[in-house]
Each structure stands twice: as structure tokens, then as C-alpha cells.
């Protein structure tokens, strides 16, 4: 029972960090596509630093708004 539930939980921490990374990619394109040519001093970004600035981001301004029905 409980190996389940952990296997469970692995696989859907895999999937989540797998997802997160994916969302990442179009930071990196938007940063190193814009940012480099306009902004000088600026340098590329490596995917993983892309993943970064995403959860940091998103730790950052996460909405707490909440509606009520």
C-alpha cells in the first residue's frame, strides 16, 4: 500500500519538474531572442538558468486572489 502511494508520489514530482522545465523553454527563447540585441550587457541564458528565473517568478508573484460564489 504505502509503495504505491510513494511511487505515486515520485511519478507525479517527475512529471511536475518535467512540466516545469518545459514552461521554461519559452523564457529562454523570449530572453535570448529580445534581451540580448536590445538590452546591452546582457547575456544568454542556459536552460537551466531559464527554470530558475520561472520558479522564481513564480514563487514570487504567485495570485492569492481568491472568488467566492
Do not use: R
Not at 33 to 50: F, K, N, P, R, S
Not at 60 to 67: D, M, P, R, V, W
Request: include cysteine; hydrophobic fraction near 60%; charge should be positive.
Amino acid at each position: 500500500m504505502y509503495k504505491v502511494t510513494i511511487g505515486a508520489a515520485a511519478v507525479a514530482l517527475m512529471v511536475a519538474v518535467a512540466f516545469s522545465f518545459l514552461l521554461s523553454l519559452p523564457v529562454m527563447l523570449l530572453w535570448n531572442g529580445c534581451l540580448i540585441t536590445a538590452v546591452d550587457g546582457v547575456h544568454e541564458l542556459t536552460w537551466l538558468q531559464a527554470w530558475g528565473i520561472s520558479l522564481l517568478f513564480g514563487l514570487l508573484f504567485k495570485t492569492t486572489a481568491t472568488t467566492k460564489n
